[in-house]
Every structure is written in C-alpha cells, then in structure tokens.
C-alpha cells in the first residue's frame, strides 16, 4: 500500500516561487503515475499536473502550463511540484495522488479525480497579491 505526505506549503507573494514535495512510503512507488491536485476555498478538487510512472512524461492543466513543473526522484520515493510566477489565485490546499492504471498521461483520464488510488493530506498555499 502506497502511503503519501505532502510538504512546503506556505505562504508567498505574488510572482514568487514555492516547491512542494510529496514523500512516498512504499517499494511500488514507481508503478505509480503521480498527480497533483489543488482545491481552493468553496471550489471543487481540480486538476493541476501529473507526471508518469517512469517519469518521462508530463501533462499539465492550462491553468498552470509554463509556471509549474511536476518532477520525481524515484531513488528518494519523492515528487515535487515546482511552482513560478504564483498568482493569488493559485492559493489553495494541494494534494498529491498516486494512479496505478495511468500509462499515458496525455489523456484526459488523468484529470479524473476517481482514477486515483491513493492521496496525501494535502499542504496549504497562499499567494498573497
């Protein structure tokens, strides 16, 4: 069973940078596809990015595209979310989730919330204008 733990929320500017950083449990880590998500106050869970099981693929909403990069470790059991050029509306709790049946991430079956297996706590952002 796969086990996840977000980090590195906090609080930033507008135009500044924050990286998060979701932290695995488990030796099938690299079986997984990994997504992140985010929900804003009085919004539903929305799709942010994902990265493929080996790592050499990357999908991201267009919200985000050109600001945020999703990165794994796969010798750390890591995967990141490096954020630029934040926005007051990027402010929202962020959620990492692994998938076990995501092979091609350029689908629209990784934004679907309901492919995920399993999901982290989630860590506040606050972008501040």
């Known amino acids: 069973q796969l086990q996840l733990l977000e980090s590195g929320g906090g609080l930033v500017q507008a135009g500044g940078s924050l990286r998060l950083s979701c932290a695995a449990s488990?030796?099938?880590?690299?079986?997984?596809?990994m997504g992140w998500f985010r929900q804003a106050p009085g919004k539903e869970r929305e799709f942010v990015g994902i990265?493929?099981?080996?790592?050499?693929?990357?999908y991201y909403a267009d919200s985000v595209k050109g600001r945020f990069t999703v990165l794994r470790d796969h010798a750390k059991n890591t995967v990141g979310l490096q954020m630029n050029s934040l926005k007051p509306e990027d402010t929202a709790v962020y959620y990492c989730?692994?998938?076990?049946?995501?092979?091609?991430?350029?689908?629209?079956?990784?934004?679907?919330?309901?492919?995920?297996?399993?999901w982290g706590q989630g860590t506040q952002v606050t972008v501040s204008s």
């Open positions: 989730a692994g998938a076990y049946a995501i092979v091609d991430v350029h689908t629209t079956h990784s934004t679907d919330q309901g492919v995920y297996d399993v």
């Open positions: 488990g030796r099938i880590f690299s079986r997984y596809a």
């Open positions: 990265i493929s099981a080996i790592g050499e693929s990357t």
